[in-house]
């Protein structure tokens, strides 16, 4: 058990923060709302942001400065649908898209958003290739098979299975697991890590392997932030080696249900195995009230980052917002 600990070196502090509303608003027939819903993953496609949802089906591309927010459709749920809630009673049927990452498909950026695998429904992988020219090549894979194998380790699935980051690092994707989960049978929830060789992850998409096993399992203690467990919200990599990451005290009953949050972390894992964090705040000083859950550094600048924010309000849209990080980090 890796323990986490505040490091009052560290700062990672919200310089702004811009709702994300798309520029084409709303429309019916494609059942898409006036704006980014339930923001989870992020990860730059090119020049721009990458933002998954976990309760719709689109992918938002953003600018870095959030003036244009579009969207892209994937393909359509149950009933037609692309929007999944309480309101609607269909909650159970979304993919839950946690977490995301791009990489290099035939001189072209790929972006693969993960669901989280809390239930059999969530136990998808998108795969969208953005060619040079022409549309988007999307599909929607049934990675069962993958899911299972990250369950059947309870070392880092603990009570309930619920995949919430990913941070690829060359032929590495190591996968971040969130402790929200309730306990079960005598098992406990548990924030852990675990790395996947990406190659061997790529060729089980494409139907030619096997799930890859998992190495280096991590579990860890992130303590708690008023009084409310940390749990692990996203991962990114970081330079040099070693990964940043999310975590959000929220008071949730298990990986199903949202409950109030306390605010988030930032945090850093050093190749050396030590976690290090420290609050999020607003410019201000105080603790940022809102549940960041996802992260992404600005390319040749350590000290800048990008995070999504979920306000768990399908009314309300998801937050970008701009963080400067300063001290030790790397």
Same mark, same amino acid.
């Given at each position: 058990m890796v323990v986490a600990t505040f490091d009052s070196a560290l700062s990672a502090t919200v310089t702004s923060r811009s709702p994300l509303v798309y520029e084409e608003g709303p429309d019916?027939?494609? *059942? #898409?709302?006036a704006h980014v819903r339930a923001g989870s993953g992020i990860a730059w496609?090119? $020049? #721009? &942001?990458?933002?998954?949802? *976990?309760? %719709?089906?689109?992918? %938002?591309l953003v600018s870095? *400065?959030? $003036? #244009?927010?579009?969207a892209l459709a994937l393909p359509r749920g149950p009933g037609g649908l692309r929007l999944f809630d309480d309101g609607r009673g269909n909650k159970?049927?979304? &993919?839950? &898209?946690?977490s995301c990452c791009v990489f290099e498909d035939d001189g072209a950026p790929c972006l693969l958003a993960f669901g989280s695998g809390s239930t059999r429904a969530r136990e998808r992988i998108v795969r969208v290739r953005f060619p040079p020219e022409g549309a988007p090549e999307v599909r929607v894979i049934d990675a069962r098979a993958f899911y299972e194998a990250l369950r059947s380790r309870a070392d880092f699935s603990g009570s309930e299975l619920n995949v919430e980051g990913v941070a690829l690092s060359?032929? *590495? &994707?190591?996968?971040f697991q969130r402790g929200n989960g309730e306990s079960r049978g005598g098992s406990l929830p548990v924030n852990a890590t675990a790395t996947v060789s990406f190659p061997e992850l790529a060729a089980f998409l494409a139907g030619e392997a096997n799930p890859p096993a998992l190495r280096d399992v991590t579990p860890y203690d992130l303590g708690t932030l008023s009084g409310t467990r940390l749990t692990f919200t996203d991962g990114a990599t970081a330079p040099r080696g070693g990964a940043l990451y999310l975590a959000s005290a929220e008071a949730s009953p298990d990986t199903y249900r949202d409950g109030p949050v306390a605010g988030s972390v930032v945090g850093v894992l050093g190749e050396d195995g030590v976690a290090r964090q420290t609050v999020l705040r607003d410019g201000s000083g105080a603790p940022f009230p809102e549940k960041a859950e996802g992260l992404v550094l600005v390319p040749g600048d350590p000290t800048a980052a990008f995070v999504v924010v979920d306000a768990d309000d399908p009314g309300r849209p998801s937050l970008l917002c701009e963080v400067r990080l300063a001290g030790p980090w790397f």
């Open positions: 019916p027939a494609e *059942d #898409r709302p496609v090119g $020049s #721009r &942001l990458a933002i998954v949802s *976990d309760d %719709s089906l689109f992918v %938002s870095p *400065d959030a $003036s #244009r927010v579009t159970q049927e979304k &993919l839950d &898209l946690e060359g032929e *590495d &994707l190591r996968l």
